[in-house]
Structures are given as structure tokens and as C-alpha cells.
């Protein structure tokens, strides 16, 4: 094909010469139907960029926005769109590598978030404050932050262990997928962890898949008493912590889970200390860093941008490009 018809629609078939792609299902579907039924996208003889799930980002009157899931989770080449309504055109197309942020950093009243390239060859690092919002800091300014970002490489300590008995009561339905006592390996760790005077807070974490596994809950190692205290509520049970953020009322955590087939997001956790209950909220992607700021604003930095909570309401910005290369934030609606 030099060109090829794609449709924009819920459980439309998007096929470009070296991709087929089938879109999920979005909240954005029904407005891009209606915004461009059919048009005709030109591509590149030879070029391929592997099968992948396809999801519509972001749609305005000017702008496609898709992200491409490949296998195990690999995110490929975002594919944006500037359309000409009239002439019902694609203007451009344009590929550049995903962004996912890993960190988010609070004072008061301003954030700093840190983006890493999926292709892992460029880091940046965006300042957010309400109402102004956010800004891409320049390399001088953004170097400590990214530096301030790296992960600790270091071995944590071994945390107490769930015992298989425990895995049947709390995940009946992986010990039906196969996980029989004689090939299940229960190995947890101490995921992120937040240090509160001489009390260091933590969240689990497990390989999910090929015989090992864990139960997923969170809990906290007491150094002037040298003991452990472990909580599983039954909502964090199948899911990892990526983040965590320990306040007066309540304990939150971002979950996903890690297998053979990559990662997928398990939301947002909030654990209440009064009732001892647990919500859950979902976002786009899972989410690796929390911070709150002074006026009140939860910020998520996820694997596919930053999401911003404002008591129940959430908004989602996304991490974009202009036609001149520029890093933009765009807020995805």
C-alpha cells in the first residue's frame, strides 16, 4: 500500500503499512469518530514498526495523538496527526519515542516531575506550580533533579515473607491458574519506602509469573524496637507498590503488576487509618512516584504522564511533541 483508510472508532481496525493495530477502547472514541470518520494516511515504503495495541491519547479539531502497545508491554513510537478538517487530510505525521515519568518531587506550593525517555537516552524534568502550571526546566536548571531521580541500586533488606497457606486465603483465583503448593516460590521485597522519624514505611513488591509470586500489602519496620509490623488488605493482594505516600490520615500507594507479559496498573490506593479500609482509584498507567503539594493537589507521576487529583476529580497531562521538536505538557482531553 502507498496509502491505506483507517477508521477512528472504539473497536475500529488502524492499518498502516508495517503496523496493524487494533484501538482499545477509550473515552476519547466517540469523539474522534465523530471529528474524522475516514481519511487517507500517506507512509513509508519498507518501513516497519512491529504489531501493536493502539490508544487514542489525545484528540482535538487539529490533533490525533496515538500511543502504540507492543508485546510484553513495550511501549513503540507514538504516532501524531495534525489533521485538516476540511480538506479531511492528514497535514503531518509524527513519530518520536514515549515518555514515562518516574518521579515527582513537592515543596509547598511547587513540584518538579522527572520524565525518562522509553528509549532511556534523554531524562528532563518539568516544574509545576497551580494555577501557572507546568514548565520544562532548561538542562542546567533540570540537572540536579534528574540526578536527585536516579533509583537506588542498592540491595534492601530482607522483609518478612507470606507463606503459601497465606497466598491460598488471599489470592484463590492465581492458586487455580496453576500455582500448586510443590512449584509456587513466594519471594517479596521492600518496594518504595518512605522513612517516618525511626519508622521506615514500605510498600511490597513480587514478581508475578513462571512459578514465583507473592501476596501484595504493605508494611513498616520500627528501628528503635528492631520489629516489623505487616498489613495485607485484600485490595492490594495480586498487585506490586510503585509509590508511596504516607500522611496523617491515610497511606497511598500506586500499584501494578510485573510478569512475564510486562506491567499493567493496578491505580491508586488510598489506605485509611480510621476505618482500616482501603479505596481504589484507576489512572493511566502505573504509577511510580506521589507527592503532595501545600494547597492540597495529589500528584501521581505514572507511566504515561502525570496525573493530578484534586480531592475526588482527577486530570490527566501527557507529555508531548511540537512539529519543531519542543517537550510540551498537554492536558489530555
Not at 8 to 32: T, W
Not at 97 to 119: E, H, I, M, Q, S
Not at 272 to 286: F, V
Request: aromatic share 10%; with cysteine; glycine share 10%.
Amino acid at each position: 500500500f502507498s496509502s491505506t483508510n483507517f477508521a477512528l472508532s472504539s473497536i475500529g481496525l488502524l492499518a498502516f503499512q508495517g503496523i496493524s493495530a487494533h484501538f482499545r477502547p477509550s473515552s476519547y472514541s466517540q469523539e474522534v469518530s465523530t471529528l474524522l470518520p475516514v481519511c487517507s494516511v500517506n507512509t513509508h515504503p519498507g518501513q516497519r514498526t512491529g504489531d501493536c495495541a493502539m490508544e487514542v491519547d489525545l484528540a482535538t479539531a487539529r490533533t490525533v495523538l496515538l500511543s502504540c502497545i507492543g508485546d510484553k508491554g513495550l511501549r513503540r513510537e507514538n504516532r501524531k496527526f495534525l489533521i485538516d478538517i476540511r480538506a479531511k487530510a492528514v497535514e503531518k505525521d509524527l513519530r518520536y519515542a514515549p515518555f514515562k515519568v518516574d518521579r515527582v518531587f513537592a515543596d509547598g506550593a511547587r513540584a518538579v516531575f522527572v520524565a525518562t525517555l522509553f528509549a532511556d537516552v534523554e531524562r528532563v524534568a518539568i516544574h509545576y506550580t497551580a494555577p501557572a502550571g507546568f514548565r520544562v526546566l532548561p538542562a542546567a536548571a533540570a540537572a540536579r533533579w534528574i540526578t536527585r531521580a536516579e533509583p537506588d541500586l542498592s540491595r534492601p533488606a530482607p522483609i518478612p515473607q507470606s507463606t503459601y497457606d497465606d497466598f491460598v486465603k488471599a489470592r484463590p483465583r492465581r492458586v487455580r491458574d496453576g500455582y500448586a503448593r510443590e512449584h509456587t516460590i513466594i519471594e517479596e521485597h521492600r518496594g518504595p519506602s518512605q522513612r517516618e522519624g525511626s519508622r521506615l514505611w514500605f510498600g511490597k513488591s513480587f514478581y508475578d509469573a513462571e512459578g514465583r509470586t507473592g501476596v501484595g500489602g504493605f508494611g513498616v519496620y520500627d528501628a528503635a524496637t528492631r520489629r516489623f509490623a505487616m498489613f495485607a488488605p485484600p485490595e492490594m493482594a495480586g498487585w506490586s507498590a510503585g509509590a508511596i505516600l504516607v500522611e496523617p490520615d491515610a497511606i497511598w500507594f500506586g500499584l501494578g503488576q510485573c510478569g512475564e507479559w510486562g506491567g499493567h496498573s493496578g491505580g491508586l490506593l488510598r489506605y485509611d487509618w480510621r476505618t482500616q479500609s482501603a479505596q481504589r482509584m484507576e489512572t493511566r498507567g502505573i504509577v511510580g512516584g506521589l507527592a503532595r503539594l501545600g494547597g492540597g493537589e495529589l500528584l501521581a507521576a505514572t507511566s504515561r504522564g502525570i496525573a493530578i487529583f484534586r480531592g475526588d476529580a482527577q486530570q490527566f497531562y501527557l507529555l508531548d511533541h511540537t512539529t519543531d521538536g519542543r517537550i510540551v505538557v498537554v492536558r489530555a482531553e
